[in-house]
């Protein structure tokens, strides 16, 4: 295989890649969009692995090595098949963190070996040490991927919310001088990484790089266990975007185009995701960079401590009874419908409704959820027809003249706290249900969400609360409106 004919499938690859960022931007197009990703990523592999054939038998004049190479593929993707076939959809955030730890981990792995053997990578001769321009490289590939290796380990706990260990808590950890601590570690790992870029003689400097590498695994998780459950979608967006910046800095290092390309569009996609999801919590987006956020872990205490207010309560009938007899009904789904399972049975009240002649909406928050665009894949998995779904700039506007809004799960993305200035999510753009002429909420319990504060939303006069498993309450629904 020519070099010539690399590039050519490199860039077919990349054109796929750029076909999957755009196809993934609408529900409607996302399945064309993940086959793009699927096969360029496909013919990428295929493609690495010819050049690998290649360039082992002009070194060796024999193909060796590239056996372990296919097994890799084999075992790695048969695992990452079943995941993706098994995972619960409420299990998908704490998947994708699982994911970016590896990415961050291989990024790590190799500058490791590039560093150890460079003339294996076409880096350097045997008695040639390495350029400065590629040690650069090597040291920001490293640093970048240790950070989201022990980071997206921490996101992962965080999201699973199943270990006792105290850094895997949803609620966030903080400390005196915790910022300064950040800086210091920081500037310390900049310097050993200078070291190491700026070291003379043909062997790297070693233990500079393993304490730039040490330090950087240390302030991933300090980056992370700061941020509260609130604020998961951002952090999940970040890492993506992390990911992507640590497989761009190692595909400069092996002059590799195809992880270059790869990783800058996965970085700067991750990054801008990361700046509309701050958008959309108010949140600051450099402070998020440096994991200068999360919720104070005081608010919740004081949201508990609220909670035994009187409440209007209700049955799974009279709901269904007051959506029947409106003209328009708008569903807000959040992370308890997710939890419960019950996009099925929300899609055939949603038909039983239409039947009656009920005009029915969905109403997406940019952050419900537990990552970026959580409740449009539920209800994509249920075939909930696009045109009822809409994104919270769209459909805001529609409350005020709404009959009857349904809240499934849902917390903090309605809390009417958000307009109120003293509040800690003061703000963040919310989907505005207060407005509507009636609300139905249903929760398992009257707790707090991931930001710990009361909401006001279920003490309102206009709001009906109907306490259970979303499952089992929309499908006494269905039956009721029968």
């Known amino acids: 295989m020519s070099m010539n004919l690399v590039t050519l499938l490199y860039l077919i690859a990349s054109v796929c890649f750029i076909q999957a960022l755009k196809g993934l931007s609408h529900p409607s197009t996302a399945r064309r969009g993940?086959?793009?990703?699927?096969?360029?990523?496909?013919?990428?592999?295929?493609t690495t692995i010819a050049l690998i054939i290649k360039l082992k038998s002009e070194a060796m004049g024999a193909p060796l090595g590239y056996g372990l190479v296919i097994l890799g593929v084999v075992v790695g993707g048969g695992i990452g098949a079943y995941l993706a076939r098994t995972v619960e959809m409420t299990k998908m955030p704490e998947l994708v963190a699982a994911m970016h730890s590896l990415i961050g981990l291989a990024a790590v792995c190799i500058a490791v070996a590039a560093v150890s053997e460079p003339w294996a990578f076409n880096i350097a001769a045997h008695d040639i040490a390495i350029p400065f321009g590629n040690r650069l490289e090597l040291f920001i590939g490293t640093f970048?991927?240790?950070?989201?290796?022990?980071?997206?380990?921490?996101?992962?706990?965080?999201?699973?919310?199943?270990?006792?260990?105290?850094?895997?808590?949803?609620?966030?950890v903080s400390f005196q001088g915790q910022h300064f601590l950040n800086l210091a570690l920081a500037i310390l790992m900049v310097g050993f990484g200078l070291i190491f870029c700026f070291a003379p003689g043909i062997e790297p400097a070693w233990t500079a790089f393993v304490l730039m590498?040490?330090?950087?695994?240390?302030?991933?998780?300090?980056?992370?266990?700061?941020?509260?459950?609130?604020?998961?979608?951002?952090?999940?967006?970040?890492?993506?975007s992390y990911s992507g910046w640590?497989?761009?800095?190692?595909g400069f290092s092996l002059n590799n185009s195809m992880l270059i390309i790869a990783g800058s569009l996965v970085g700067s996609s991750g990054a801008i995701l990361s700046y509309i999801m701050c958008k959309a919590m108010n949140r600051s987006f450099f402070n998020v960079i440096?994991?200068?956020?999360?919720?104070?872990?005081?608010?919740?205490?004081?949201?508990?401590?609220?909670?035994?207010?009187?409440?209007?309560?209700?049955?799974?009938?009279?709901?269904?009874?007051?959506?029947?007899?409106?003209?328009?009904?708008?569903?807000?789904?959040?992370?308890?419908?997710?939890?419960?399972?019950?996009?099925h049975a929300l899609k055939e009240l949603t038909e039983k409704l239409t039947h009656k002649g009920v005009i029915v909406k969905y109403a997406i928050h940019p952050v419900a959820g537990r990552m970026p665009g959580h409740m449009n894949v539920l209800l994509a998995e249920a075939e909930v027809p696009y045109d009822q779904v809409f994104?919270?700039?769209?459909?805001?506007?529609?409350?005020?003249?709404?009959?009857?809004?349904?809240?499934?799960?849902?917390?903090?993305?309605?809390?009417?706290?958000?307009?109120?200035?003293?509040?800690?999510?003061?703000?963040m753009p919310i989907l505005e249900v207060y407005k509507a002429k009636t609300v139905i909420v249903n929760k398992r319990s009257m707790a707090s969400g991931y930001a710990g504060l009361d909401n006001e939303l279920f003490y309102m006069d206009k709001t009906m609360m109907v306490f259970g498993d979303a499952k089992k309450v929309i499908e006494e629904m269905v039956k009721a409106v029968e």
């Open 290 to 343: 440096l994991g200068g956020f999360g919720g104070d872990p005081t608010v919740a205490v004081a949201g508990g401590a609220q909670a035994a207010r009187p409440v209007k309560s209700g049955s799974a009938d009279d709901a269904a009874f007051l959506m029947s007899n409106a003209e328009t009904v708008i569903i807000v789904p959040g992370y308890g419908l997710a939890v419960a399972r019950a996009q």
């Open 144 to 172: 970048v991927g240790a950070i989201t290796f022990s980071g997206s380990v921490i996101a992962f706990g965080k999201l699973s919310g199943k270990y006792k260990f105290r850094l895997f808590q949803g609620q966030p």
């Open 391 to 427: 994104e919270m700039e769209d459909i805001n506007g529609e409350f005020a003249q709404a009959d009857v809004v349904l809240v499934l799960g849902a917390n903090d993305v309605v809390n009417p706290a958000a307009k109120d200035p003293t509040s800690s999510i003061a703000g």
């Open 34 to 46: 993940n086959a793009f990703g699927m096969g360029g990523m496909a013919l990428a592999i295929v």
């Open 213 to 240: 590498a040490i330090i950087a695994f240390v302030l991933g998780v300090l980056i992370i266990i700061p941020i509260g459950g609130a604020d998961m979608p951002v952090v999940v967006s970040m890492l993506n």
């Open 246 to 250: 640590a497989a761009a800095g190692i």
